[in-house]
């Protein structure tokens, strides 16, 4: 028999956002990285999205820490994350260093000329 914390825990994720199943925008993995973007005002946001806007502020935090922060599948956090980029509240990036800045091309090209002169 169901209890009413099982049929609960089937119906939140649907409610939490508000009937759709998939985000905006298709900018999510598992390892994308969320911030909070500025002090835009958390009036007429949902308990879920202010709580993830208040986890962003302390840093970056990935798609798979937000929702397990939340305790909502990925599906729903990605869902949740998608409005609040649509409406300027968080920005994202994805992980890992970002190969394109001069100076990591520089120590790239050192530690490639470093291994070439012990070959």
Not at 47 to 54: A, C, D, G, S, T
Not at 70 to 85: I, M
Not at 92 to 109: C, F, I, K, W, Y
């Amino acid at each position: 028999m169901m209890t009413p914390k099982n049929r609960r825990a089937l119906v939140r994720p649907h409610v939490v956002t508000g009937g759709r199943a998939r985000p905006t925008r298709n900018i999510f993995d598992l390892v994308t990285l969320v911030t909070a973007a500025g002090d835009l005002p958390l009036t007429g946001l949902s308990p879920e999205k202010r709580r993830i806007v208040n986890l962003c502020r302390g840093g970056a935090l990935s798609v798979a820490e937000v929702s397990g922060h939340l305790d909502l599948p990925v599906s729903v956090t990605k869902v949740l994350l998608s409005d609040l980029v649509d409406s300027g509240h968080i920005t994202t990036r994805a992980a890992g260093p970002d190969s394109s800045r001069p100076e990591q091309l520089g120590l790239l090209q050192e530690v490639l000329d470093g291994l070439r002169a012990l070959l």
